[in-house]
T-cell receptor, first 110, second 114 residues
Framework: GQQVMQIPQYQHVQEGEDFTTYCNSS?????IQWYKQRPGGHPVFLIQ?????EVKKQKRLTFQFGEAKKNSSLHITATQTTDVGTYFC??????????FGKGTRLSVIA | DARVTQTPRHKVTEMGQEVTMRCQPI?????VFWYRQTMMQGLELLAY????????DSGMPKDRFSAEMPDATLATLKIQPSEPRDSAVYFC????????????FGDGTRLSIL
């Protein structure tokens, strides 16, 4: 079945440093989504990408969808303590339920 | 803000007991999902519904787990009998457009089976 791999599993950064998490799918995706889960909280939808090579920005967050629609990345510029949490990618091959990656847990040291 | 409501937020019980978790999806959402989250396995999809009809429950142990949607405002996940390995956070999520579209998650039920 479809698998979604995320790296790294953990990332510790100093406040102000950049952060990137990568997502790779075993199959071509129709869309990929990113979610953020704060410690003790629930996953919250951030964004959806559907087009090959698509790039979207939300303030300091930049999301990319690969040309082959099998990989994606989330980049945070100048991290802040409010960015702490686990970032999940989730992909679908089309009319199938989302498959979530294991997530990247981000810690930000002030 | 519309939100998915889950009850109870926390549940501690002894093994062998029945556990029922409830979810009220966002009004108007036609897809409902049940997930289990553990440190080891991450987010696992247990079952999902569209327009109250169960589409797939292959992600959950059939002998002890059951998921139903008696009406559009209520989804339930039952475990009977419960086992210590069922300890996890169970999330319900709902969506508007389709099973591969963005989902809104509830706060979860943190379940501990002793």
């Amino acid at each position: 079945g479809q698998q979604v791999m995320q790296i790294p599993q953990y990332q510790h950064v100093q406040e102000g440093e950049d952060f990137t998490t990568y997502c790779n799918s075993s199959t071509t995706l129709s869309n990929i989504q990113w979610y953020k889960q704060r410690p003790g909280g629930h996953p919250v939808f951030l964004i959806q990408l559907v087009k090959s090579g698509e790039v979207k920005k939300q303030k300091r967050l930049t999301f990319q969808f690969g040309e082959a629609k099998k990989n994606s990345s989330l980049h945070i510029t100048a991290t802040q303590t409010t960015d702490v949490g686990t970032y999940f990618c989730a992909g679908s091959s089309g009319n199938t339920p989302l498959v979530f990656g294991k997530g990247t847990r981000l810690s930000v040291i002030a | 803000d519309a939100r998915v409501t889950q009850t109870p937020r926390h549940k501690v019980t002894e093994m062998g007991q029945e556990v029922t978790m409830r979810c009220q999806p966002i009004l108007g959402h036609n897809t409902v999902f049940w997930y289990r989250q553990t440190m080891m396995q991450g987010l696992e999809l247990l079952a999902y519904f569209r327009n109250r009809a169960p589409l797939d429950d292959s992600g959950m142990p059939k002998d002890r787990f059951s998921a139903e949607m008696p009406d559009a405002t209520l989804a339930t996940l039952k475990i009977q009998p419960s086992e210590p390995r069922d300890s996890a956070v169970y999330f319900c999520a709902s969506g508007l457009l389709g099973i591969d579209q963005p989902q809104h998650f509830g706060d979860g039920t943190r379940l501990s089976i002793l």
